[in-house]
């Protein structure tokens, strides 16, 4: 079995695959601070849960980008599953040719998402992440990451909107009723919603005339749901889209 964890700024993703089949995942809120005891205890018990014995997991690979927690869920994994954890980097091996200026640069979790995407549609693609950030990936026909658009996060710009003026609310995001909002509420979420979409849709446009391809556009994160249904540029939806990326990779480099 393999375990893959996906750590991003706001959430980890953690999953557990039996070959190709994803047996179970969790999402945990990331905390930088966290030693390796620390997350061998909450993985330990998840795995327990689940009736899964730590000796079974054979296998382990993280994409991550706090770059503390690196070393600890490495040092978990040798301690408490006597495994090596492969870390997503420079390094690993893809099988993407990376086409932009400073490949260190490039999150591990965006390369990651973009493995998975092109592995799934064979053809020019982009991975749209709704996570701490909203960020696009770009792949072109022939399997080759072109670079990508990074923009502000969903609750990000909600948490900056309501610390930085004196009257409006900190709400739920949900679906806006109309688009035209008949309280301040519903004025938030129609600005939220429709304007990702917006966003979303805007950007999607450009990349495709500039890729000079149509793109597969497929959306992952926590916070797609939210936004997807209101744009006309996601294909498809795949809430498991890095994990996957995290166990193609993984086997490329067995």
Not at 210 to 233: M, Q, Y
Request: one cysteine or more; glycine letters at 12%; a negative charge.
């Amino acid at each position: 079995m393999l375990l893959a964890i996906d750590v991003g700024n706001t959430q980890t993703h953690l999953g557990v695959f039996d070959d190709s089949e994803l047996v179970e995942h969790w999402r945990l809120a990331t905390e930088p601070s966290t030693s390796a005891d620390e997350l061998a205890i909450t993985i330990l018990g998840l795995l327990s849960l689940c009736g899964i014995e730590p000796g079974r997991v054979d296998g382990a690979i993280a994409s991550t980008v706090v770059p503390q927690l690196g070393p600890e869920y490495g040092r978990m994994c040798e301690r408490h599953l006597d495994r090596e954890c492969l870390m997503v980097g420079p390094s690993v091996r893809t099988g993407m040719p990376i086409q932009v200026d400073n490949p260190h640069e490039l999150g591990a979790d965006r390369l990651v998402n973009a493995v998975a995407a092109y592995d799934r549609v064979g053809a020019a693609c982009v991975a749209v992440d709704f996570g701490t950030s909203t960020n696009f990936d770009v792949v072109s026909g022939a399997g080759e990451y072109q670079g990508g658009v990074i923009g502000p996060g969903v609750e990000i710009s909600m948490e900056a909107l309501t610390e930085r003026t004196a009257k409006l609310p900190r709400i739920e995001l949900s679906e806006p009723q109309r688009a035209i909002g008949k309280n301040t509420q519903e004025a938030i979420q129609a600005g939220v919603v429709h304007g990702f979409a917006g966003l979303v849709d805007g950007i999607a446009g450009r990349i495709a005339a500039e890729l000079g391809d149509a793109p597969r556009v497929i959306a992952t994160g926590g916070l797609a749901p939210a936004i997807v249904p209101f744009c006309e540029s996601i294909d498809e939806v795949d809430d498991l889209l890095t994990l996957t990326g995290l166990r193609l990779i993984y086997d490329r480099n067995r």
